[in-house]
């Protein structure tokens, strides 16, 4: 099974600041994988798959990069919007699908 | 546009069984395949597996083998997912979630239902 570790755990970034968000696979995953953002009370949205293609309707600040076992999630300038918990998958090697523990961002 | 609408909150006891359905409208449901992801209290993402709802034909995490059987309707576009032996850590929300064809990744969400298991 492919482990799938986020970090850091928390983020605490002002609004309009540039936030990095990381994800490490314990073995290569190409470049099938995906950030999903989850917001309190609310299912996981899809934002980025690919390692680096935008989901629809997703905003350009929102980028991913990486390939094989380091990848990041950037948000170039954080709305207030996108305070939540960021979680990445890889669907290279399944089953099982696995996910990251998540990078909680919060205002600073 | 595509919705999932999931059956409501359950509350169990040890050792017994739940059943949660998913409910799809919007696309065609045998077109997709349909996972279950669960999420404890506070906890991150954990997927269990996946229904392909055209043959019925299913993959399981092995952590999850031999309690989880996952079927489907199509009669109805509704997917089903069962959990026997139920344990107390079994507590979290239990989403579906269609893929995008092709590619194992979540384009869409049911709402969660909460499953409590509880003496």
């Known amino acids: 099974e492919i482990v799938m570790t986020q970090s850091p755990a928390t983020l605490s970034v002002s609004p309009g600041e540039r936030a990095t968000l990381s994800c490490r696979a314990s073995?290569?995953?190409?470049?099938?994988l995906a950030w999903y953002q989850q917001k309190p009370g609310q299912a996981p949205r899809l934002l980025i798959y690919?390692?680096?293609t935008r989901a629809t309707g997703i905003p350009a600040r929102f980028s991913g990069s990486g390939s094989g076992t380091e990848f990041t999630l950037t948000i170039s300038s954080l709305q207030s919007e996108d305070f939540a918990v960021y979680y990445c998958?890889?669907?290279?090697?399944?089953?099982?699908?696995?996910f990251g523990g998540g990078t909680k961002v919060e205002i600073k | 546009q595509v919705q999932l609408v999931q059956s409501g909150a359950e509350v169990k006891k040890p050792g017994a069984s739940v059943k949660v359905s998913c409910k799809a409208s919007?696309?065609?449901?045998?077109?997709?395949?349909m996972h279950w992801v669960r999420q404890a209290p506070g906890q991150g993402l954990e997927w269990m597996g996946r229904?392909?709802?055209?043959?019925?034909?299913?993959n399981y995490a092995q952590k999850f083998q031999g309690r989880v059987t996952m079927t489907r309707d199509t009669s109805i576009s509704t997917a089903y997912m069962e959990l026997s032996r139920l344990r107390s850590d079994d507590t979290a929300v239990y989403y579906c979630?269609?893929?995008?064809?092709?590619?194992?990744?979540?384009?869409?969400w049911g709402q969660g239902t909460l499953v409590t298991v509880s003496s």
């Open positions: 073995q290569s995953v190409s470049s099938n």
């Open positions: 690919g390692a680096s």
């Open positions: 229904i392909n709802p055209n043959s019925g034909g299913t």
């Open positions: 979630a269609r893929d995008s064809a092709g590619i194992v990744v979540v384009t869409a």
């Open positions: 998958q890889q669907y290279n090697n399944w089953p099982p699908v696995t």
């Open positions: 919007g696309y065609t449901f045998t077109g997709y395949y």
